[in-house]
């Protein structure tokens, strides 16, 4: 049973930084992508970073390029979000998400994700 857990999310100021944490558990495909979407009150889940199982291929959102890194502990099977910058429209939950397949770049629309986490909440104030 593929069990995905989020944690790290919390409350920083505008400017600040934190990294979100998503340890999987239950399966050892080895090819699969790996994304972090984030979901704001009335709004739709957007993806927001997405990387593959090797690691080497990641995709950005627009919004979060050159301020959010995503990353892949193989070994710990647990997938990170360094999030830099933050600004107050960051604000939303984050979710962890997977899927057993190859895609090039790994996705960043939700339909493409199989398994999901429950979220962690970041918010961020002015």
Known sequence: QVQ???SGGG???AGGSLRLSCAAF???YNTYYMG???QAPGKEREGVAA???GGGRTNYADSVKGRFTISHDNAKNTLYLQMNSLKPEDTAKYYCATAFRYRIPPPLRRQEYTYWGQGTQVTVSS
């Open 4 to 6: 995905l857990v989020e």
């Open 11 to 13: 409350s920083v100021q």
């Open 26 to 28: 239950g399966y050892t």
């Open 36 to 38: 972090w979407f984030r």
């Open 51 to 53: 990387v593959d199982s």
